[in-house]
Structures are given as structure tokens and as C-alpha cells.
């Protein structure tokens, strides 16, 4: 059974280490904040200027003047601090972010990533996806494995305005685990499956070309 938008964020949370600094992006790794190992020191920042932010409110604490760079309320912490959004840029420029998750429309099996735009469709602008594949150390995409009409989103060619060329090192999907090594010495390797999911359904609905390291 594939597995659900809370399972993906749960999944995502394993790739967190202590003393991490961590940027989420919009959707579903949105959800990561709410899935960090008790006990595990793990800091998230957002283009927007804030450093240190904690889960989703309870209905009871939202206050609407604490958002994150997808406009959703969140909570503060004791050690949170504020800047401006080209401080916040300036981190992610300067490699100082450890881990960005990110979710995608499309990734190849070289690790190239479209999620910013559909041609014809009206959006706001690439926002800081550029900047993150560019300058965090490594990049985890979240995302569902094949489209609403069943295509499937791991290709061999993206189709989509590219955000960024061999930068991504891990996705996740709601079917399995798949890593991928931009630099291109290696084929991109199935990791995981999702329980119930066997690995001719998950090779049926993946374009892109990988091997298998399951056992």
C-alpha cells in the first residue's frame, strides 16, 4: 500500500542527524517539522527569516505573524531568531545549510529536478528552490510517484523548466526509496519499497532506469 503524505514526512525525518540545519519546502516536507526524533537537536530555516522553528500550532496558539516561506503558520522556539529574507539567502548561498527537503513534479534518474512551474500556468516565481539545490550540501525530494493521470514522475528526461541539474541525492516517494548519484558514476538504486508494494509495480510505474538493492 502506498504509502501517506504523514508516512512520506516520516520517512524524511530518518534522514535527519543531531546539530542538522534544515530548510523544508512547501508541502508535504512541510510535515518533516512535526516527525524530528525527540531528542535530536535539529534546527529548520526558512527564506523568509526565521531560524529555529518548531511544529504546526495547536488551533489555541496560532499566532498569524509567525509563517514560513509557504505562508502557514508555525510555532517559535526559546532559541528562534529573525533576519531579513537576504540574510536567510545568504546561508543558503554560502553552503551553510545541511539538508533541504524539497518536493517535485518531476526528477530524472541523474537528479535533476523540476518542481517550480507548469508552462501555461500562472505562478509566482521560482521562490528560493534555486537557491536551496545550488547551495545546501543535500537535497531530498518528496513527492508522489506518478501524476493524477498516472504518469509517472521519475523520468529519464524532465519535461519541466528545470530548477536545478544533477542536485538532487534522495527521493522519496509514496511507492519506495530511490538514491541517486548525481555526479552520474552510478545508476540510480532502489533503496526501500512501501510495505505491500512489490518491485514489478514500482518498476511498471517508473520510467527513469534504476537497479534494485533490496534483497
Request: charged share 20%.
Amino acid at each position: 500500500m502506498p504509502w501517506s503524505r504523514d508516512q512520506l514526512a516520516q520517512r524524511a525525518a530518518k534522514e535527519l542527524r543531531d546539530g542538522f540545519y534544515v530548510n523544508l519546502g512547501i508541502g508535504i516536507p512541510t510535515l518533516v517539522a512535526n516527525y524530528i526524533p525527540q531528542g535530536m537537536e535539529v534546527t529548520l530555516q526558512s527564506e523568509n527569516g526565521m531560524l529555529g522553528m518548531g511544529p504546526f500550532p495547536f488551533d489555541e496558539d496560532v499566532d498569524a505573524d509567525l509563517i514560513n516561506a509557504g505562508k502557514q503558520t508555525i510555532t517559535a522556539l526559546k532559541k528562534t531568531s529573525y533576519f531579513s529574507s537576504s540574510d536567510s539567502f545568504a546561508m543558503i548561498r554560502g553552503g551553510h545549510i545541511d539538508l533541504s527537503i524539497l518536493g517535485a513534479m518531476e526528477v530524472n534518474d541523474r537528479g535533476d529536478l523540476a518542481n517550480w512551474m507548469v508552462p501555461g500556468k500562472m505562478v509566482k516565481g521560482m521562490g528560493g528552490a534555486m537557491d536551496l539545490v545550488a547551495g545546501v550540501k543535500r537535497v531530498v525530494v518528496v513527492m508522489e510517484h506518478t501524476s493524477k493521470e498516472g504518469a509517472s514522475k521519475l523520468l529519464k528526461q524532465c519535461t519541466l523548466p528545470l530548477t536545478g541539474v544533477n542536485v538532487v541525492d534522495l527521493v522519496i516517494t509514496d511507492l519506495g526509496v530511490f538514491e541517486i548519484d548525481k555526479h552520474g558514476s552510478q545508476p540510480m538504486k532502489l533503496l526501500e519499497l512501501a510495505d505491500g508494494v512489490t518491485l514489478d509495480e514500482i518498476t511498471a510505474k517508473t520510467e527513469a532506469s534504476f537497479v534494485s538493492a533490496l534483497r
